[in-house]
């Protein structure tokens, strides 16, 4: 296979596995948010707040896709194509696995706020937490694509 | 700034509560305490108070939709007061009429049940009052199933009865049997028949059911005409809301916590020192006749917290309340927190682009919904941050995403330049929560747990930060090892014998995991502003791929403006929610409490009208 495709399926991953996490996640958290909602619709507001938190991975993976994608060439070998594909993996399999996570953290603590408005700072944050490593991931894609 | 507070007590006669309470209420001033003495009320208002709260949800589908960010009404402090008779007035016609909808609405769907039943027999020949037994004869309404139609009419004729197929839909056939009084259906039934027992009406079917159609016709145009009224009523003004305002202002006065006895009343709550004179005045423009005690807090004692800052800082008290509101007594974070939060932000953001939309968005949304409270806070930090955010644009080179002539550098190209900036920023954040719990040691005598918890890890992390500058490398490893050597032999002095002593230091040291973590986690702000801009420079691609016709440039226009948009508004939660969470966990754990509880005035707090301040306020 040309290093190119290689790049290009490494590209597409990313952005595809990250989107996916992020879509788990938001509907994860949404469900839990149409639930309170139902009960309290004043906490929309807040509630939109976490619901939209586990949907930056889909973003960043978004974004290393968009950075791969100006560094593929015509006829690049395959090595270059390999290492374009690693450095597509961190931020694809992270950004897969913390969405998910996230969702749940996030419906967690939407719940939370559903029995205490006033805890949703405290919510905002235990979700962040996750992100982390999304964060994590992002920046190992982006300083390992420096390297190429 | 903690505000030193007093706790009041206010001793008055019976006669005077309701001017009194109601003086407190307007100067908002004093945080009326429950204590073990004092009893709530049954207040009389209740009723009313529900009374509106079920008008507000009968009218909500007649009240015209607001406007996205609409403003809050605003009404006069005296309109607020005294509830007007001609409000209650309206407020009643709009009760009278949902209850006039109601019984028209219920009278409708027993109508149309009514044809719905009837509906089938439409075409019975005899009238409905002759059904049923005669002197000889039954005639006999049901239904049969139309499958077993066949079997049904032999059993009907050897029975030796009468039946007529009124009418059939798809599954079913509506039958007239005439039988023999008192003869047995049982074989009937067998073959699914089911008897049918009509309400009891007189008259041919087809005319009653016309009667019906026309009452129903009629009452529908009854209805639209009171729904129409109704609208009118609905749409003019806010008179529903202004009465729940107003009877859950005078619910809240009535249940005020307060002791009594026969002839006297004692109101006992927080009130700041500086607001004293307030309060006062405003007790003594209820009452002549009344004692005022004040004492300082007891030790012990759940105390609440009343923030005093500056115009600037004070916009970024919430973000520090939604974590842990400061404890009186304690130490009032905002001051240093705030620059930091304002300043990452800016990094968070980065772009000269997004921080002047900031400052468009954040100025309407003030003009069209004039917010009051959190969201004005959160709405003012975000004007606040909007100059970082154009700083650091400008530093780092970032407009809408396009990178040019960054004075610094570009992050985009220059990654590893921009995380050892982050991690700078980092460092500096941290050793700022570092020194506030120094002075705080040193304030409170302790300045050896200065030395020992602060300071050794200050030079920790100062000496490995040395030690990849070539030229001051030994002297990095020495600050370094200098600062393990204080963490190793002091962090378990707290422990009694030598073995948990050493175990401690060893344990502590470990705690440089969770210093590295911390600072790599300011990491994220180049990925912030990373994401920002690369989306933002993505939106300009997409933009720039369809220009060419002139109506591929409508259309970029359209990408241009949505594809911003949504890119502010992601950054900017984004900004939001991380920038809270470098402030609680990588900066408020090196020396912040909290644990406080908020000074929340007894005062007018209606939610869905403005009250008109008189003397401006923000």
Known sequence: ?148 | MIASIKYMSILCMKEDRDRLVASLQKCGEVMVEDTDESVRNAASSADMLRRMEKLREGIKPFVPKKPLFAEIPQVEEHEFETVSESDLQKASEMERLLADIAIKKAADAADNELIRQLKPWANLNIPLEELGDSEYASFILGTVPLKRLEGFKNAVISGVMGMDIISDDEKTAYILLSVIKNESLAELAEYGFERITLPPLKGNVRDTIADLEVRTEKSNKEMAAVREKLAVLAAEGNTADLLYEQYRADYERETVPAAETNETVLIEGWVPEDRIEIAEKAIRQATEVCDIIYRDPLPGESVPTSLRSGKAVSQFESITNMFSVPSYGGTDPNKVMAPWYWIIFGLMMCDVGYGALMIVFGVLLKKLMKPKGTINQIINVILLSSVTSIIAGVLFGSYFGEVWNPILFSPLKETTKMLIFTMLIGVAHIFTGLIVKIIENIRAGKVFDAVFDQISWMLIIAGFGLIFIPAVKTIGMIIAVIGGIIVLFTAGRAKKNIFGKAVGGLVALYGISGYFSDILSYSRILALGLATGVVGMVMNMLAGMVQGPWWGYMISIVIYVVGHIFNLALGLLSAYVHDCRLQYIEFYSKFYEGNGRLFKAFSLEPKLINIKQQNGGN
């Open chain 1, 1 to 148: 296979m040309s290093g190119t495709a290689i790049a290009i399926i490494g590209a597409g991953l990313c952005a595809a596995l990250a989107g996916c996490g992020s879509a788990v996640g938001v509907m994860t958290a949404g469900k839990a948010n149409a639930g309170v909602t139902s009960e309290k619709p004043d906490l929309f507001g807040k509630l939109l707040v976490l619901q939209a938190l586990p949907g930056t991975q889909g973003i960043y993976g978004f974004l290393i896709a968009i950075l791969i994608l100006a560094k593929i060439t015509v006829g690049m070998d395959a090595s270059q194509g390999w290492s374009l594909f690693g450095a597509a993996m961190p931020m694809a399999i992270a950004g897969l696995v913390s969405g998910i996570a996230q969702g749940k953290t996030a419906a967690a603590a939407i719940h939370m706020t559903g029995k205490q408005p006033d805890a949703s700072g405290k919510g905002i944050t235990m979700t962040a937490m996750v992100e982390t490593y999304a964060i994590l991931a992002l920046l190992t894609s982006i300083l390992l694509l420096t390297k190429i």
